[in-house]
């Protein structure tokens, strides 16, 4: 609708609506894609001669870092609470146990898959309870709980393995492919798009954010936020338990070692993506993201001949970076 000029006292002119005033694009919200596409120009031209860039080493990559993108992906919901889950990788190891025991037990590829996930749903219940219930920290929590299910994957078998022979379970939630395409790269786009969904176009998603931007605000708001945190923890727990499904049917075995440090990559890849560790802010598409920047540094150090305890310290040192970048995004 055209608007009213007024150029002098009584005279009305009509002109053009004015044009709405264009939004600058705030680069900080896409750090985490040029960070990526410089990695792999990086590694592409340093370790050109090395098969860096070969169809086979990038599939691989996609297949290390799927167990990792399904738990980021979970947790980050948590974080956008402004909660934090360190128990997802132990949980993984016990749930592969789990499974493994139950498939070698005769209750077959379905029982197996039961078995898993009902490992993460229970501590995921238990995290949740603790800290909507008893209001505990849930740093505390899920660091002593990442105590106790290590211990008990550990004591259930005594240490040892167990194989899986269901050559079933291990197609289907590992070592398959369907085409050239990895069986775990699709359970990872599957298990993104759903969460992506759920975060951007559910009620869900945004009380999820509500809950961690303002919780009390949220709270008068007519949000549940105790359900929602115990929802969100019952989400990385289901995803945990699903992991460790993947690791026992891509190795044909649940052990107690699988997920060790897990939670340092799962969270560092949620902060690098744009989540806010702080709550209130949160992406899926940059946690997938940022987990395959980090399998890509990973894969490129061991191409390298980086050892392990370098890998732990470059590590530690993407953390420290993503969590400084994000409380400056924050301030600004």
Do not use: C
């Amino acid at each position: 609708m055209p608007s009213k000029e007024i150029n002098a006292p009584g005279q009305v002119v009509l002109g053009k609506s004015k044009p709405r005033p264009v939004q600058k694009l705030d680069w900080r919200n896409y750090i985490v894609y040029f960070a990526f596409i410089g990695v792999l120009i990086y590694f592409s031209i340093s370790l050109f001669d090395e098969g860096f860039v070969s169809t086979d080493n990038l599939l691989n990559i996609a297949r290390q870092t799927a167990m990792i993108s399904i738990m980021g992906v979970a947790m980050t919901f948590v974080i956008s609470t402004g909660e934090i889950d360190l128990s997802v990788g132990s949980t993984t190891a016990l749930a592969s146990l789990t499974a493994a025991l139950a498939i070698q037990s005769g209750f077959g590829m379905l029982g197996g898959l039961v078995a898993g996930l009902g490992t993460g749903l229970i501590v995921g219940l238990i995290n949740g309870l603790l800290i909507t219930r008893f209001v505990i920290p849930s740093f505390l929590v899920t660091l002593g709980m990442m105590g106790i299910v290590k211990g008990m994957a550990m004591w259930v078998t005594d240490t040892a393995p167990v194989p899986i022979i269901n050559s079933a379970f291990n197609f289907l939630f590992g070592s398959g492919d369907i085409g050239s395409v990895p069986i775990l790269l699709v359970w990872t786009l599957l298990a993104t798009v759903a969460a992506h969904i759920i975060l951007r176009k559910t009620s869900f998603g945004r009380q999820t954010l509500a809950t961690g931007g303002n919780e009390s605000a949220a709270r008068f708001s007519g949000v549940k936020t105790h359900r929602i945190k115990l929802m969100v923890f019952l989400g990385t727990g289901l995803a945990a338990g699903f992991a460790g499904i993947l690791y026992a049917g891509r190795m044909h075995a649940g052990r107690y070692t699988f997920g060790d440090g897990d939670e340092l990559s799962v969270i560092a890849a949620v902060i690098l993506g744009g989540t806010s560790l702080f709550g209130g802010v949160g992406t899926v598409i940059g946690t997938l993201i940022g987990s395959l920047m980090i399998g890509t540094i990973n894969n490129g150090l061991i191409i390298m001949g980086l050892d392990v305890s370098q890998q732990m310290m470059i590590k530690g040192l993407i953390i420290i970076l993503a969590v400084a970048f994000g409380k400056k995004a924050m301030k600004n």
